[in-house]
């Protein structure tokens, strides 16, 4: 804990002294936000000027048209100052641009028009003035027109673009195109947007902002420009920004999250830019920055094609810095990471489909990362990741699919790379030999059917180090494989369904084995052999299944009306030669450190495993039961209700009558079943040792011996699974039957009570599940893993979110991987704040971004894709 507090404390002190440097910054970014806000009382200006240089010849020239001018109180012309005033719901006209102010006055021979928005007794504007051009709205205290060359100046002017308003204290328009505005705020918040509150959420502030307005688009161009929430200054502080008004993507800035990870430092991550490319292509590069000299690159590149493919490239390359350099405990870690989606639309080809999922790291990627996603997602729990690239094609008039894939598989507890490059399969799609020509397949003859295939591969192990060089593909085996299966079945004496089947292999392989002793390293070697070698095998088996209902009825005042049992049960005969026979070729022998003549096959470790030792003529039994009760209900609207009582218990093992010890197998029961209305889910196994097992002294591996009937448990596996939210306390209250006053602005949410207390319901789920392991098998003391886990998250307002999750080791005392969140919903933006207080990586993340579309690009808030609404494909 102390250290926790001395990590806070710096953090605390790292932010007030941002804050303090900004604000300072912020003196010549912005003015007060009241005056950027507020309205202007009194105009220090010359109102007969557009502070333009006159040009006597433009004065003199004749209106283009008539000007339309009316009052609701009285209007009054001068002909000594060639001017016409009026007052009260003023209007002048003029072509396409229409006033509507309390004062307007016009000058007949310089075509300018002032007009002002009404005031008070104290002279402060309370009602705006209104212009309309081209069907659009602009509000202003003030403002000086110009008829003739079509220029403006304005005063604590309101314009509305897309989803934003600017305010400005001084406006200046040149043309229909350009504008020029001092000390403005731009702001998306929708309250403030339709008047609905007097002060936005948040706005951005600028001391010089340019409007340029087109007809396709518009965008503007600022100078310095800072981020306020709730009217306070925030470290967000650009040097310039452009923000386009748009519905198609654009380029911008990609806004950082920022926190502290103890083992690395204070960071940025996420800060980058985003480049939209074409119609089909948009490219994100991302940055994670650390104070210790930790640095991460991010490049992603997406594309779409609509009805066709989507997909992204993505890649991660960046050094971990830990410690100080010179001291015992620095490290520099290179990390990587390459990955590629691609998913092809089940509409674009039926018959040939192409799809991608590939992720390959470095070996020590997820222990080294500095992309914090990684930790609060839990990839760095990963002990293991498969990438695979998959090609399908299928025939309309011929029965064959044929499918090509490339498999990259990754062990991080080991270190080992399990390369498939590639796997082939064509395989023929099922039919049956004697099929009628009309009417329903009947009789074993006629239900007999084949499924056959061949399949090509090439596969390798291997570590980091090797990876594409020669050793690798020295290593590489490479094998082919055919398989054909035959199976029937039919219906014996109405209730036995009896099934035959038999089963062929023939392998082909380029590498086989040869095992020796060596004496010099006590160790037994494994050294492979180029040449082309195959085997076959085959197997048969025949099934005999059927279905027992049992019903038990309760009387009519039981609680219980029924309980039903269903069982299932199944015998099978399973035949297989003995391939180890010295006849078939498969099996070698080999000297040991006894001088004992020890069988192996030389398939063993190959492509597609090896031939079975030992003669296989065993009968096999399976029970599968389902229980179930019904009980009367109030509740349920048929008065009765189901209960899953055992929704599967299933019983199974074998005897071997051709082993020539241990007959019998062990013995497996897995069961799965759900209660408390479905909720709560249940799924346990266990595996039962028929045998005596014995410890000789010294040793904790023990012998089966032939001593039936002492049955031991070998393995145990208990999962449980219990989802609940608010709802498992009854139906939730409807506050707006209780409380008849509503909330208003920014309130809509709430209710209140007569004393003005705000209610709301918060909802909230919480995931609980606990998992126990017991795993023995032949050694002298078992493993027991015990775990128990929480996942859940609660909404104390509209507005606030909490979520986390953790996990207890039972066995070590433990807690495991532990994060704390939450989300704050400010209606314009949001505000995250991730931590992680314990573990490997104890890290805290903090971000804040806008929601409006139009800043998702400009100042990229959420990484928009290519399926959001306002995409242009």
């Known amino acids: 804990m102390t250290a926790l507090a001395r990590s806070i404390f710096k953090s605390i002190l790292l932010i007030l002294n941002i804050l303090i440097f900004n604000n300072i910054l912020a003196q010549s970014v912005t003015q007060n936000t009241d005056k950027s806000n507020g309205v202007r009382d009194s105009l220090d200006i010359n109102r007969d000027s557009l502070n333009i240089k006159k040009d006597t010849a433009v004065a003199k020239e004749p209106l283009e048209d008539v000007v339309k001018m009316k009052a609701e109180q009285k209007s009054s012309s001068s002909i000594a100052n060639k001017q016409t005033t009026l ?38 504007i309370i009602k705006p003035a209104i212009a309309t051009q081209a069907g659009k709205k602009f509000e202003y205290n003030e403002v000086i ?11 604590n002017a309101r314009t509305e673009e897309s989803e934003g308003v600017i305010v400005a204290q001084k406006t200046k328009k040149y043309n229909d195109s350009v504008f020029f505005m001092r000390k403005a705020i ?68 990609l806004i950082p999250s920022f926190g502290e990870r103890q083992d690395v430092g204070f960071f940025l991550n996420g800060l980058g830019y985003y480049q939209p490319i074409g119609d089909h292509f948009d490219l994100k590069i991302l940055s994670d920055i650390y104070t210790k000299g930790s640095w991460n690159l991010r490049p992603e590149l997406n594309y779409l094609k609509k009805y066709r493919y989507t997909g992204n490239f993505s ?142 591969s090439n596969y390798v192990t291997t570590t980091e180090d090797q990876l ?152 096999g039994f399976n029970i599968n039961n389902n ?5 009367r209900s109030k509740t349920d609207s048929t008065g009765v209700k189901k209960v899953k009582i055992f929704e599967n218990l299933n019983v199974s093992g074998n005897y071997n009558f051709a082993a020539e010890r ?30 005596e097992i014995v410890y000789q002294e010294g040793s904790d591996i023990g012998v089966r011996t032939e001593n039936f009937g002492h049955f031991s448990l070998q393995g145990f596996n208990l999962q449980l699974s219990y989802p609940m939210s608010e709802a498992i306390f009854g139906k939730k209250e409807e506050l707006s039957k209780k409380y008849k006053k509503k909330g208003e ?29 017991y795993t023995k098998g032949l050694s002298r003391f078992g493993n027991k893993v015990a775990t128990f886990g929480l996942d859940g998250s609660i909404k104390l307002t509209p507005y606030w979110t909490i979520n986390g999750s953790t996990n207890y080791d039972i066995e070590t005392k433990e807690l495991g991987y532990t994060r704390l969140g939450f989300a704050r919903d400010q209606r314009s933006f949001t505000i995250t704040f991730n931590w992680v207080p314990f573990g490997q990586y104890k890290v805290y993340d903090f971000f804040i971004g806008i929601k409006a579309n139009i800043l998702r690009d400009a100042v990229k808030y959420k990484q928009r894709s290519f399926t959001q609404p306002n995409s242009p494909f």
Request: charged residues 20%.
């Open 627 to 631: 229980l179930e009760m019904k009980i």
């Open 87 to 124: 007052h009260k719901n003023a209007q002048i006209i003029y072509q396409d641009m229409q006033i509507d102010a309390d004062y307007i006055r016009f000058e007949w021979e310089t075509g300018k028009i002032y007009a002002r928005g009404e005031q008070d007794e104290k002279g402060k």
């Open 662 to 691: 241990n007959k019998w197998s062990v013995f497996t029961v897995n069961g799965q079943s759900s209660f408390l209305d479905n909720k709560l889910n249940v799924n346990t196994s266990l595996t039962i040792e028929p045998y």
């Open 745 to 773: 602005i920014r309130n809509e949410n709430y209710f209140f009570d007569d004393d003005n207390y705000s209610r709301y319901s918060p909802t909230w789920t919480l995931n609980v599940n606990a998992n126990y392991a």
């Open 468 to 619: 594409f060089k020669k050793g690798m593909w020295e290593d590489m085996k490479t094998g082919a494989k055919n398989n054909i299966s035959m199976s029937t079945n039919t219906t014996i004496a109405k209730y036995f369904t009896f099934t035959i089947a038999a089963n062929a292999d023939n392998v082909l392989t380029t590498k086989t084995l040869e095992k020796k002793y060596n004496p010099l390293t006590n160790m037994v070697e494994n050294n492979f052999k180029n040449g082309i070698a195959g085997y076959s095998t085959f197997s048969a088996s025949t099934s005999l299944q059927t279905v027992l209902y049992g019903q038990k009825n309760f009387s009519k005042t039981s609680a219980i009306v029924a309980i039903r049992h269903m069982i299932t049960p199944s015998m099978s005969f399973n035949y297989s030669p003995d391939f180890g026979d010295e006849s078939w070729g498969y099996f070698k022998k080999y000297a040991n450190a006894r001088g004992e003549m020890t069988p192996y096959s030389i398939f063993e470790n190959g492509i597609y495993g090896a031939p079975t030792a030992g003669l296989t003529q065993s009968v």
């Open 186 to 253: 731009y702001t998306t918040d929708e309250y403030f947007l339709k008047k609905k509150d007097s002060l936005p959420d948040y706005h951005m502030s600028a001391p010089n902002i340019k409007l340029l307005k087109a007809k396709a688009n518009s965008q503007i161009v600022t100078g310095p420009i800072q981020m306020y929430i709730e009217q306070v200054p925030t470290p967000l502080i650009l040097p310039f920004a452009i923000l386009p008004f748009s519905d198609k993507r654009s380029a911008g800035i």
């Open 145 to 155: 027109y110009n008829t003739k060359t079509k220029q403006a100046i304005a005063f």
């Open 315 to 456: 890649a991660d390359y960046g050094y971990t810095v830990r410690g100080i350099k010179g001291l015992d405990d620095y490290s520099k870690t290179k990390t990587y990471r390459i990955a590629w989606r691609h998913s092809q639309d089940s509409k674009a080809n039926p018959y040939l489909t192409f799809n991608a999922s590939v992720d390959i790291v470095s070996t020590k990627f997820y222990n080294n990362t500095v992309n914090n996603n990684y930790l609060f997602n839990q990839s760095v729990l990963n002990t293991q990741q498969t990438s695979r690239v998959n090609l399908t094609k299928r025939f309309v008039d011929f029965p064959v699919t044929i499918n090509a894939s490339m498999a990259y598989s990754q062990n991080f507890a080991t270190g080992l790379t399990d390369i498939r490059l590639p796997d082939m399969t064509v395989a023929i799609n099922q039919f049956y030999l004697f099929k009628p020509k009309t009417g329903v397949r009947t009789g074993l003859l006629e239900n007999i059917n084949v499924n056959t295939g061949l399949a090509l």
